[in-house]
């Protein structure tokens, strides 16, 4: 069963070594690419919402939004370019290369020596933003054979409606609400066996149902 990660000494300790990792990777994709990019940490770990099913790995979520490059359309470059320069400094900290999945890049589980030996690791989403700031996400889909894959931007959920009752929940002071539901709805579709429930659909689920349940509050 899910629960949440209460080692705050270690959440600090993953946080740091993962944005050390990321600060490296957009300088490094300056450097050999003349890639202009930013980075900032997503999902669960920007919540305050990390959990763990029993002793299994965590994963940080993080962003590297493009912001500058000679060829925003060139979706096979920039996926190959981002690659290559993250794999660079994987090795730098003694880590093996990334794996390059549908709509991110996936960092090898690692753990420190002393103290918490929880696994861990990164997913990195690479994102770009038009003029009215709407987000899109670089998908890489597979065909089996490397001349028949596909790249492409894909413009992601719209979230700003979540955003704005997440900010009124906290306002209220609900905000533990939020992550009993969260931590709820994780738990219901493991047991269920249901894999087709990523985590920030729960979060949204769960949002959404304290949100609706505020005419309920005390």
Not at 56 to 78: A, G, H, Q, S
Not at 157 to 183: C, E, F, H, M, T
């Amino acid at each position: 069963m899910y629960n949440y990660v209460t080692d705050k000494e270690f959440l600090s300790r993953v946080r740091k070594l993962c944005s050390e990792i990321m600060q490296d990777f957009c300088r490094r994709l300056k450097e050999d690419y003349d890639i202009g990019a930013v980075f900032y940490l997503v999902g669960s770990g920007a919540r305050n919402l990390i959990t763990q099913n029993a002793s299994l790995p965590i994963d940080l979520d993080y962003n590297l939004e493009i912001v500058k490059c000679d060829d925003f359309e060139d979706c096979r470059t920039l996926k190959e370019c981002a690659r290559k320069s993250l794999n660079k400094v994987l090795r730098k900290y003694g880590l093996r290369d990334c794996e390059d999945s549908t709509s991110s890049l996936t960092t090898g589980k690692t753990h420190f020596i002393k103290g918490n030996p929880t696994e861990f690791s990164m997913d990195v989403c690479i994102v770009c933003k038009d003029a009215k700031d709407h987000l899109y996400r670089l998908i890489h889909r597979k065909a089996g054979f490397i001349f028949g894959d596909e790249y492409y931007w894909n413009e992601a959920p719209y979230s700003a409606n979540i955003r704005k009752k997440a900010d009124y929940i906290k306002k209220k002071g609900k905000w533990a609400l939020v992550r009993s539901q969260y931590l709820n709805i994780k738990n219901k579709y493991l047991r269920q066996n249901d894999h087709n429930h990523p985590s920030f659909i729960c979060y949204i689920e769960a949002v959404n149902n304290v949100y609706n349940a505020r005419r309920n509050w005390n």
